[in-house]
């Protein structure tokens, strides 16, 4: 393993060697003239001015936040041949994404519980809660609702150190900006073709018109026959067909996206449905049957609005309506051996609405204060199973259910380089009571380029419906009303620092401890239940360097080290890797046209449920991105997986694997044309 | 730190020098020596310039015929020494000057009025302030057109662009030209 990971490094090394010279050499001979003052502003506009500092619009954003936030921004998108939400999060410093190729699960600070379906990471989409009422999961594979072209930047906020975010922003908040009608002003055509059969089409829309209505419509197909021939050793016998999952991996989707905007007030409209056959076998069901899988559908409509008032005070609110349905096909085997598979029809509906009004204003010059509130009527949270022939119901569990909240917080700048930020959010549950939480920040500029943040924070997540009450009548789970609420606290200490206009450096040190952490278990019965069960302690540092120079040179690299520990047992956790270590750099080839993108991502081993190992990996990506070849047209190819690694990572309850098989090497062809 | 963590760091250590390696490779030493202005501010001061030719001011902004046009940065200035590339410089027939001021007290005779982002918080106040003068106020504070600034820098895709608040600009009585609004990434109005 070690040498392969060298080898890895040294491609690595020798990848960004020999493009040095002319990446450096075009900063200062042929591109500027004696004086910029002589050029138009065409000309002016068409200079590049790379930096990680001051550029980016949201620096401020970053450096005052509460929190240790990273933004990742379409360029590395594309440049690193990202397909989905879930391989730019594997990109980003201490987060680690699960397969178990049926759901993506994303792991932060070295938490990633298996048979949580992402309920303690808050998932927004400009700013609307993707997570839906049933799982509260965070949809971040291909069933995420939108297309990564059109995603302009990810704001990943760790930690639930800000009060403006409730119920799941328990570990962190994924913020995904889409990108505006302005800026594309053109209609885009996208596809592309890759392993497994894999094909994605893409048709968009954007414009700003005169009379101020701006616009963004846009639809996308995806369509993938998965894996050919998954092996796994635990169903090695010939009753099922000797291991083998065959074409049982497919995933399909369609999706719809739309933003208006005018003056004040913006309408978004985004749908999702995603189809994906499940290969594993898994809660028990028969393998390599191409009919065990699961359709998640999700469609929203949100109007927002943000209005300026004067002394640059604004008022946002929002209402919005969401509707969340999963249907699943299990086949199990009949009662004798000879019966023909019974087919187990599960479903969950999920319908909810709801608002927020936020105000933020300055006063005494030195306070940014924000008072929020939001309210959520999750008026339909069914959940239900059923064999279909002879029919036999298992479960038809409908709730409903509301929460409101209500936030402030105090942006206090003591002095000029000094913020004290504090807030306090109360969440009030219909089923568990109300619930108060502080979050404190210290932020201290001592100079320009350095920031120091001492950072504290409690927060709750109240267990799902899913959690709570489904159960299947005895054959794969069983409900648990008696769960409890589960409470975070943490203490976080970053330091950030700028070198130059090229390079930012951050250190950090975490602490969070867990109280009634709500973990999958299989009881004595060998049904799976939730429990609270008991206290765990996460703590870790994190190094990260950034760069960016003219011509496109860019990378960053990081490395995280981190314990979880559950303080009864005194065991490491399941499915925390303790060091992670991620390198992306993204080189020109010929100036301003073709590109070249590597990752190296190293996961150390985790632990797994049966008390294995499951080894740890590295994956190294490439892509080869190309722009303005011809007047408009992106062309990228990538290879994911660049050496064929065989890894896996940890199943959950309802698996028989204790580790699922990833993809090997991989490849993908892409176009975007803008007319 | 226990032994055992000691040991599994040792492990590791192999990665972790080979990702230093790798990183300090591609690390162009010579950069962190720091330019007294950024080419970012080098270009945003060309810009400013390039402003002054697109705006007319009402005749009785000024003083006297020969009075020159004069940019003011307000606070700490990110311009090092960028700025001295446009003094000498004339804008129709008036000499351009430029100065650094530190509150906004001391714009008397400002026709430019850069806004630097350590003021971010004094903003409200500063706004208020030059609200009825003939100032065009410029900054790349985030969203300085919408809370009523007039031209705003924005950097997309690591290119300087801006936006124009038009409204801003009539109330202080200043005539934006069209040719300039057509390269804005936006006109509020």
């Known amino acids: 393993m070690k040498i392969r990971c060298c080898l890895t490094l040294l491609i690595f090394v020798a990848t960004c060697l020999p493009v040095d010279g002319p990446a450096w050499a075009g900063d200062t001979k042929n591109e500027r003239p004696r004086s910029l003052t002589e050029l138009s502003i065409e000309q002016l506009m068409e200079i590049d001015v790379p930096t990680v500092y001051g550029a980016c619009k949201f620096e401020q954003k970053v450096t005052d936040a509460p929190a240790s936030v990273s933004v990742i921004a379409a360029d590395e998108i594309k440049k690193y041949g990202h397909r989905t939400l879930a391989d730019v999060l594997r990109s980003v410093r201490g987060l680690y994404v699960t397969y178990d190729r049926n759901y993506h699960f994303l792991g932060v600070r070295g938490l990633n519980r298996p048979g949580d379906y992402n309920s303690r990471v808050l998932l927004l989409l400009d700013g609307h809660r993707l997570n839906d009422n049933i799982y509260e999961t965070a949809a971040v594979g291909t069933e995420f609702p939108l297309d990564v072209d059109l995603i302009d930047r990810i704001e990943i906020i760790r930690g639930p150190s800000s009060s403006l975010y409730g119920a799941s922003a328990f570990l962190g908040v994924i913020n995904v900006i889409t990108r505006q009608g302005k800026d594309m002003k053109s209609a885009e055509v996208a596809g592309s073709a890759g392993s497994q059969d894999a094909y994605s089409g893409r048709l968009s829309y954007g414009n700003k018109y005169p009379n101020g209505l701006e616009m963004l419509i846009s639809g996308s197909l995806y369509n993938s026959g998965g894996a050919r021939g998954l092996y796994f050793s635990e169903f090695d016998t010939p009753a099922t067909n000797n291991g083998l999952a065959d074409r049982a991996d497919d995933d399909k989707s369609h999706s719809f996206f739309s933003k208006f905007a005018f003056r004040d007030l913006t309408l978004t409209g985004a749908y999702i449905s995603r189809e994906k056959g499940i290969p594993t076998g898994s809660f028990g069901t028969v393998f390599n049957d191409n009919r065990n899988r699961t359709t998640d559908a999700h469609g929203y409509a949100d109007l927002k609005y943000d209005h300026k008032l004067e002394n640059q005070a604004e008022l946002t609110g929002r209402v919005y309506y969401d509707n969340y349905s999963y249907r699943g096909d299990y086949m199990y085997y009949g009662a004798n051996p000879g019966d023909p598979p019974v087919r187990n029809k599960d479903f969950s509906d999920g319908e909810w609405a709801g608002g927020e009004l936020m105000y933020t204003g300055r006063f005494l010059e030195k306070h940014l204060f924000t008072a929020g509130t939001e309210v959520r009527y999750n008026f339909r949270q069914g959940q239900g199973t059923y064999d279909e022939s002879p029919f036999l119901s298992k479960l038809d569990d409908r709730r409903s259910s509301h929460i409101y909240a209500l936030y402030l917080q105090d942006e206090y700048h003591l002095l000029s380089n000094l913020i004290f930020n504090i807030g306090v959010r109360y969440d009030n549950y219909s089923s568990f009571g109300g619930t108060t939480n502080p979050r404190l920040a210290l932020i201290y500029k001592p100079w320009e380029k350095t920031i120091l943040k001492l950072l504290y924070g409690d927060a709750f997540r109240a267990p799902n419906v899913y959690e709570q009450y489904y159960a299947d009548n005895g054959v794969t789970a069983k409900p648990n009303p008696d769960l409890r609420p589960e409470k975070i606290r943490t203490y976080e200490l970053v330091y950030e620092q700028y070198l130059g206009e090229h390079f930012r450096s951050s250190l950090s040190g975490f602490y969070y401890r867990i109280d009634d952490l709500i973990t999958q278990q299989t009881d004595t019965d060998g049904l799976l239940i939730y429990r609270n069960v008991g206290n765990i302690e996460a703590r870790g540092m994190e190094v990260e360097i950034e760069g960016k120079w003219t011509d496109g040179l860019q990378g960053r690299a990081s490395y995280v080290l981190q314990e979880t520990k559950d303080q009864e047992t005194g065991n490491e956790l399941t499915n925390s890797p303790r060091h992670l270590v991620k390198l992306n750099l993204s080189a020109p080839l010929i100036r301003k046209t073709v590109f070249a993108g590597a990752e190296i991502q190293y996961t150390s081993s985790r632990k797994t449920l049966a008390g294995g190992d499951e080894g740890g990996f590295v994956t190294a990506n490439l892509t080869l991105f190309s722009q303005n070849l011809l007047q408009g047209l992106e062309f990228s190819a990538s290879v994911y997986n660049l050496l064929d690694r065989k890894y896996g990572d940890p199943g959950s309850g309802e698996h028989l694997q204790d580790i699922i098989g990833q993809d090997g090497r991989a490849f993908r062809l892409k176009f975007v044309y803008r007319f | ?189």
């Not at chain 2, 990183?23 to 270009?43: C, G, H, M, Q, T």
């Not at chain 2, 060309?46 to 006297?64: I, Q």
């Not at chain 2, 208020?128 to 809370?147: G, I, P, W, Y």
């Open chain 2, 1 to 189: 730190m226990d032994f055992q963590t000691t040991r599994i760091i040792y492990n590791h250590c192999k990665i972790v020098i080979l990702t230093l390696v790798a990183l300090l490779s591609a690390v162009p030493w010579n950069l962190f020596a720091e330019d007294s202005a950024s080419r970012e501010y080098k270009v945003k001061a060309a810009f400013l310039y390039n402003f002054t030719l697109f705006v007319e001011w009402p005749t009785e902004t000024f003083p006297a015929n020969d009075s020159p046009l004069t940019i003011c940065i307000l606070g700490k200035s990110p311009f090092g020494d960028a700025l001295g590339s446009l003094r000498g410089k004339t804008v129709k027939t008036r000499k351009l000057a430029v100065r650094q001021i530190n509150s906004v007290q001391e714009m008397r005779g400002c026709q430019v009025l850069f806004v630097s982002a350590s003021e971010k918080m004094q903003l409200p106040n500063i706004l208020a302030a030059v609200k009825n003068l003939n100032v065009l106020t410029v900054s790349d504070l985030d969203r300085f057109a919408e809370a009523g600034g007039i031209i705003n820098f924005i950097t997309l895709e690591d290119k300087v662009r801006f936006e124009v608040n038009l409204k801003a600009a009539q109330q202080a009585r200043l005539k934006i030209s069209s040719q300039l609004l057509k390269l804005a990434r936006d006109v509020i109005e």
